[in-house]
């Protein structure tokens, strides 16, 4: 059965993104931590420079994945992903579908009809894998409507003091969780915890 994964990094003080909408300092351990190479592959293919335990963990998570849910915002940032996600059919949550999308020969699929019907969509494409969900606002609808069932959290080594919070406007809190695994990087704690439901 289909999990439903979040998958983001944040700084230690709770930002997924500064005050001026950056995003580098939370991000920078792909591209800077360690020399073990990884090709995301897929239409934007990137190579992420980390060390021998963050490789691990991104190749098992990545491994997982069989769909990617996110908003329209980090749909925007990440240029649509050159039109397909390197993990799986991407579903984008959103209130009308942009200009010039749906493309052919694309994965990325558009859902104007709300985060349940979202996240549906992306458990049949995942075919029995689980789905990861990229952005805060779309990882706080799915924990506000209680279709989360981990967090896999990357704590970067930055305090930022503003910003883009993960953890705004939850609903339902506090929300228990399970105990973690944990995985030291470098410039970079990795945590994975159950979400407990009911």
Not at 29 to 35: E, P, T, V
Not at 87 to 109: L, N
Not at 147 to 164: H, M, N, Q, Y
Request: negative net charge; hydrophobic residues 45%.
């Amino acid at each position: 059965m289909s999990r439903v994964i979040a998958i983001m990094s944040m700084s230690l003080d709770g930002f997924v993104a500064d005050a001026g909408d950056g995003v580098g300092e939370v991000f920078d351990w792909y591209f800077s931590s360690g020399d073990v190479e990884i090709d995301t592959g897929g239409a934007d293919s990137m190579t992420f420079s980390v060390s021998a335990p963050s490789a691990e963990h991104v190749r098992t998570l990545t491994s997982e994945l069989g769909a990617v849910l996110t908003g329209r915002r980090t749909f925007e940032v990440a240029g649509g992903w050159g039109g397909n996600h390197a993990w799986g059919p991407a579903f984008v949550v959103t209130h009308t579908i942009p200009a010039g999308w749906p493309r052919p020969d694309s994965t990325v699929h558009f859902v104007t009809d709300g985060i349940e019907s979202a996240v549906s969509q992306a458990k049949a494409a995942a075919e029995g894998k689980s789905v990861g969900v990229h952005g805060a606002d779309t990882i706080q609808q799915c924990l506000n409507a209680g279709l989360l069932d981990e967090l896999s959290i990357d704590i970067a080594a930055v305090l930022l003091g503003s910003g883009v919070r993960l953890f705004d406007h939850l609903a339902g809190v506090p929300a228990v969780l399970g105990n973690p695994t944990v995985i030291p990087g470098v410039g970079v704690t990795h945590l994975r915890y159950p979400v407990r439901k009911g």
